[in-house]
């Protein structure tokens, strides 16, 4: 909660400091000028093949919170801490089970596929995501149930088009403990420089 850091981490000056000193992130810091941990936390989620998509419009978002639009109002809990864009896996987890109505562990097969690019899985949940599994849960081939989002009066080209979002972030997905576990170093290392300046340099250094 300390000011002069986010204001370190705003002004581009970021050498040592963990996660944030290269050239894009600098600049992207420049451009987001984070004012909290959770930003910093969304800003190294972010900042990565797929996710780095959406750079635009969360940025857009965070100055324009009022120009926000939701495909489903169900979506409009689970992506307003993120402006509207689906960051972390975590947010995709919620997604299906809220739509879709799928359990959380099903939930988390879609989150381990996503992670670890499982195209294989991704096909086939995205069926399952769209129109369910009734047949399937019925003749004892899938004992997870899931109605999908059919089912749950979500018109079949929204629930297309989240799937699409939802894919393209599946590039790299990143899951929020991991990346606030970054943030929080990349916070005690902006902590020191802002504060330590000549030290952190010169234990850096040596």
Same mark, same amino acid.
Request: hydrophobic share 40%; glycine share 6%.
């Given at each position: 909660?300390? =000011?002069?850091?986010?204001?370190?981490?705003?002004?581009? =000056?970021?050498?040592?400091?963990?996660?944030?000193?290269?050239?894009?992130? =600098?600049?992207?810091?420049?451009?987001?000028?984070?004012?909290?941990?959770?930003?910093?936390?969304?800003?190294?989620?972010?900042?990565?093949?797929?996710?780095?998509?959406?750079?635009?419009?969360?940025?857009?978002?965070?100055?324009?919170?009022?120009?926000?639009?939701?495909?489903?109002?169900?979506?409009?809990?689970?992506?307003?801490?993120?402006?509207?864009?689906?960051?972390?896996?975590?947010?995709?987890?919620?997604?299906?089970?809220?739509? $879709?109505?799928?359990s959380l562990g099903r939930a988390d097969v879609v989150r381990k596929g996503m992670?670890?690019?499982?195209?294989?899985?991704?096909?086939?949940?995205?069926?399952?995501?769209?129109?369910?599994?009734?047949e399937a849960y019925e003749s004892g081939k899938d004992k997870n149930y899931a109605?999908?989002?059919?089912?749950?009066?979500?018109?079949?080209?929204?629930?297309?088009?989240?799937?699409?979002?939802?894919?393209?972030?599946?590039?790299?997905?990143?899951?929020?403990?991991?990346?606030?576990?970054? $943030?929080?170093?990349?916070?005690?290392?902006?902590?020191?420089?802002?504060?330590?300046?000549?030290?952190?340099?010169?234990?850096?250094?040596?």
């Open positions: 909660d300390d =000011k002069k850091v986010f204001e370190l981490i705003t002004s581009g =000056k970021t050498e040592g400091i963990f996660q944030l000193e290269s050239s894009g992130m =600098k600049n992207f810091m420049k451009e987001l000028k984070p004012q909290s941990l959770e930003d910093v936390i969304a800003g190294i989620s972010l900042y990565r093949p797929g996710p780095m998509d959406f750079i635009p419009n969360y940025i857009n978002g965070k100055e324009h919170p009022e120009k926000i639009t939701y495909d489903v109002p169900e979506l409009q809990e689970i992506l307003e801490p993120t402006y509207g864009c689906i960051v972390y896996q975590e947010q995709v987890m919620q997604i299906v089970q809220k739509l $879709a109505g799928y992670a670890k690019k499982k195209r294989n899985i991704l096909d086939a949940e995205k069926l399952v995501f769209i129109h369910g599994n009734k109605p999908g989002c059919v089912a749950n009066g979500i018109p079949e080209a929204i629930a297309e088009e989240i799937w699409a979002q939802m894919d393209k972030f599946a590039s790299y997905a990143f899951n929020r403990s991991h990346a606030a576990c970054y $943030a929080w170093l990349a916070s005690i290392t902006a902590y020191m420089s802002c504060h330590w300046t000549a030290e952190f340099y010169c234990a850096m250094m040596n």
